[in-house]
């Protein structure tokens, strides 16, 4: 079971330009990424740069987030920073691309939480402690969820890889 605290509230809508600005996009590597993540939202910018928040924290948003670009560094910035991000849904290519990098992600189309909350998740559910509510989460095609308990596609592969040279 994980639990955190909501460390930022977004709406609907949020594209990967919010996430992770375009005149970034030189740098591509997971290493270097987790500095530019919101990095127009100059006060959360800065306390992720600072360490202020701590892994395992929790983004809430609302219905498609992720959209616009197929920029990968969005998922990667976010990863970097060891957040889980709970959304009412997921654009679609920034869904596959969390999945692929292993991001924590959680699809919760009820989820009500304020920044500050603390959530858990448990038994198919996010439970907000504040409010003491449950809301139901939406499980991932097991295939796609056997890459994110990999930790993304990579290290999936890899194993898949070693399993079956082990066989032999």
Do not use: W
Request: a positive charge.
């Amino acid at each position: 079971m994980a639990s955190g605290k909501v460390v930022l509230k977004v709406g609907d809508d949020i594209s990967t330009d919010i996430i992770y600005p375009g005149r970034f996009m030189a740098t591509v590597l997971p290493t270097e990424t987790p500095q530019f993540a919101f990095a127009d939202d100059a006060q959360f910018n800065r306390k992720l740069k600072a360490k202020e928040i701590a892994a395992g924290s929790f983004i809430v948003a609302g219905k498609n987030f992720g959209c616009g670009s197929s920029r990968e560094q969005a998922a990667s910035c976010i990863k970097g920073h060891a957040l889980t991000v709970v959304a009412r849904d997921f654009a679609r290519i920034f869904l596959q691309n969390a999945i692929n990098l292993g991001l924590a992600m959680v699809i919760c189309p009820t989820i009500e939480a304020a920044e500050g909350d603390e959530l858990e998740i448990a038994e198919g559910a996010i439970v907000n402690r504040a409010s003491g509510k449950r809301f139901p989460i939406v499980p991932l095609p097991k295939a796609r969820q056997a890459i994110m308990d990999a930790g993304g596609l990579i290290p999936y592969t890899r194993r898949l890889l070693m399993e079956r040279e082990a066989a032999k």
